[in-house]
């Protein structure tokens, strides 16, 4: 393997090379075989080299790879179809990560206010600890001075309200909001669900003052928290949805679905991109559906979960000095780690003793994303793992 190394150094990537993935597991150079727990940060849904994936991949791959938005193609108009038929929404708009797709809803929902007339509605407001990427509108919408250091000025017209605080969002919402922009489970800031009460709230004052409500089910969609979409779970329908990540099973793809009514806020040459869209993703997008029905994903994350909170809970409380209580829905959780301990210790020791993989997210949380077909022997190495990681920092130095 080469040991020149060009790629800018924007990420603290731990020492090993991935070559290869199977379900479950990865693959370094030197064919070690490492537990995944974190699935490419909730992307492999169906985990790695899925054959059903793969095939659909390389059968596009030999029939058209890109014709530009110049021209329909077949892939895109089926996976559209699909995400409507499963979520009820009208519209969908096809990018390519997650970024892009929140860039989307944020310059609909300007247009939306635009168009209608209301040209001082520009607003967009989202939530502290917040995560909706790094471009310069999904990072202004981002309310986490960890992410936005240093790359001011940022675009105007962003404000913040802390999460899961009623009274806070009901100060907050007023005529001059275009949209209200919220992850029902706050990822990045360490697995953070809403509170229904708070999602409700925040449809019912946007109904009230004309503000677009988006759901931003980056991480927490394409069932991660068990439905398919994190507003089924929550119960409350937004104007517009952003999902990317799983969506395609590792092939980079993001979407916004949208109801007719907003739709006519974007309208030809307001809004594109090039890769958007595209064939191979779209073919990935759609066998990922498809396999999701065959093996009954749904109902398999809702087992998963139960086997993965009970384990979590029970290494919370043997290791109470080390974790608090255990946060998250369905396959994605978050287990905060106490001071002085550190949630990247643990990641390390994890990787390096028991050859899983964990992530550290947000403020000292460990966060757990495992492909969503983990079977429970698979969880059941992932938690001793945990214990050992855990017991390595209550052991006395001397005694290690
Ligand atoms: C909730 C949420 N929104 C947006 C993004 C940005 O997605 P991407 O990295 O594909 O641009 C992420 C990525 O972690 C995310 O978790």
Redesign the pocket.
Known sequence: MTQTNHLLQNYRSAPITIVRGEGCYLFDEGGTRYLDMIGG??VCALGHAHPGIADAIAQQARTLVQSSNLFGHEPARSLANELARRSGFDRVFFCN??????EAAIKLARKFAYRNGEKKRRTILSCTG??????LG?LAATANEKYQEGFDPLPAGFRYTPFNDVEALKSAIDDSVAAFIV?PV???SGVIPAKTEFLKAAHELCTQHGALLIF?????GMGRIGQLFAFQHFDVRPDVV?I??ALANGL?I?AMLLTERVAVGLQPGDHGTTFGGSPVPCAAGLAHLRIRDEIKLEQHVGEMSAVLFRELRAIADEFADVFGEPRGLGLLAGLPVKEPHDAATLVTFARESSRVLFNKAGNNTLRFAPPLIVTEEQLSVGMSALRSAAQSLTIPVGAK
Do not use: L, M, V, Y
């Open positions: 940060i909730a990560s997650g970024a892009e797709a929140n917040s995560f909706h990427g790094r471009t999904a992850e706050q990822g990045e931003d089910e980056i991480q927490c952003t990317a990540k980079p993001g």
